[in-house]
């Protein structure tokens, strides 16, 4: 094999095969452990506790879809980080016709324009942001308004509002709330939504529970707060129940009470409270 050297002038040192081989060799391992150190520090900015991630699918603008179904599906999936929290969008056209046009995003952050971007068939790909502590802290807001963009100028539109908190307090339950009594009457209401409303608290309300042993009725509300600095999957709450029995402002009941939740891999499991005294009790599943 023929070897082409080039010696500079008043030097001795020649570029050898051996060299060049170890040259590349070693600009391999340089590469590798770059990329190892860039993908450790990814893990480590991203590391999430599961209980924080949520995730928002919404067709329309404020509840309305268009008649033809040319608003786009999207879904917002939002990852808090040790350091950053990312925004993650999915977004599709349900309408044949229209699956051809591309798609813009815009990312509000606290209501303000943090980021527009554009995707097509020519120019697909991922869609999602990164929320540093310079833009926002937790918990924020954010709102995504992706928009179908056609040749006549029109545009189709669908807008996610949402928050961001450091835990994930959402789920929906069955309830019972007891009455405890000489007639220890227990009140019935399945799917009740459960609303986080901050970083460690909480909502609920229903109405019309109906009764186990009578066709009485009671309307609930309660407003709570979870101990989510612990680390038990069952920590503490605290908060104010309101109950009415058959829609009589009369039987108007507010109590403060106490007690435990549950915590699981989707969000809150279970709620267990109760007033001081005990004669009102407050238990979802």
């Given at each position: 094999?023929?070897?082409?050297?080039?010696?500079?002038?008043?030097?001795?040192?020649?570029?050898?095969?051996?060299?060049?081989?170890?040259?590349?060799?070693?600009?391999?391992?340089?590469?590798?452990?770059?990329?190892?150190?860039?993908?450790?520090?990814?893990?480590?900015?991203?590391?999430?506790?599961?209980?924080?991630?949520?995730?928002?699918?919404?067709?329309?603008?404020?509840?309305?879809?268009?008649?033809?179904?040319?608003?786009?599906?999207?879904?917002?999936?939002?990852?808090?980080?040790?350091?950053?929290?990312?925004?993650?969008?999915?977004?599709?056209?349900?309408?044949?016709?229209?699956?051809?046009?591309?798609?813009?995003?815009?990312?509000?952050?606290?209501?303000?324009?943090?980021?527009?971007?554009?995707?097509?068939?020519?120019?697909?790909?991922?869609?999602?942001?990164?929320?540093?502590?310079?833009?926002?802290?937790?918990?924020?807001?954010?709102?995504?308004?992706?928009?179908?963009?056609?040749?006549?100028?029109?545009?189709?539109?669908?807008?996610?509002?949402?928050?961001?908190?450091?835990?994930?307090?959402?789920?929906?339950?069955?309830?019972?709330?007891?009455?405890?009594?000489?007639?220890?009457?227990?009140?019935?209401?399945?799917?009740?939504?459960?609303?986080?409303?901050?970083?460690?608290?909480?909502?609920?309300?229903?109405?019309?529970?109906?009764?186990?042993?009578?066709?009485?009725?009671?309307?609930?509300?309660?407003?709570?707060?979870?101990?989510?600095?612990?680390?038990?999957?069952t920590p503490t709450m605290t908060g104010t129940l309101t109950t009415t029995l058959n829609g009589s402002a009369a039987s108007l009941r507010v109590e403060s009470v106490s007690g435990s939740a549950t915590l699981g891999d989707n969000g809150i499991a279970g709620i267990s409270l109760s007033s001081e005294d005990g004669s009102l009790t407050l238990t979802c599943s």
């Open positions: 094999m023929h070897t082409t050297s080039k010696r500079a002038k008043g030097s001795s040192v020649f570029t050898t095969p051996f060299s060049q081989t170890e040259f590349l060799f070693e600009s391999l391992v340089s590469c590798f452990l770059v990329a190892c150190l860039c993908l450790l520090g990814s893990s480590t900015l991203y590391a999430q506790d599961t209980q924080s991630q949520s995730t928002n699918t919404v067709i329309g603008v404020s509840g309305r879809d268009d008649k033809q179904s040319r608003s786009p599906v999207v879904t917002v999936t939002a990852i808090p980080g040790s350091t950053n929290t990312r925004l993650l969008v999915d977004a599709y056209q349900r309408n044949d016709e229209y699956q051809k046009y591309p798609m813009q995003f815009d990312f509000y952050i606290n209501r303000r324009l943090f980021s527009s971007q554009y995707r097509s068939d020519r120019l697909p790909g991922a869609v999602g942001v990164d929320i540093g502590p310079d833009i926002a802290t937790l918990p924020f807001n954010y709102a995504v308004i992706v928009k179908v963009l056609t040749p006549h100028g029109d545009s189709y539109t669908t807008v996610v509002e949402s928050a961001v908190f450091a835990s994930f307090l959402n789920g929906r339950l069955d309830c019972t709330v007891s009455f405890v009594s000489s007639e220890n009457s227990d009140f019935v209401k399945n799917s009740v939504d459960i609303t986080q409303i901050g970083n460690s608290s909480l909502q609920l309300s229903f109405d019309n529970a109906s009764a186990i042993a009578s066709s009485n009725t009671v309307s609930a509300s309660l407003t709570a707060t979870v101990d989510t600095e612990s680390s038990d999957t």
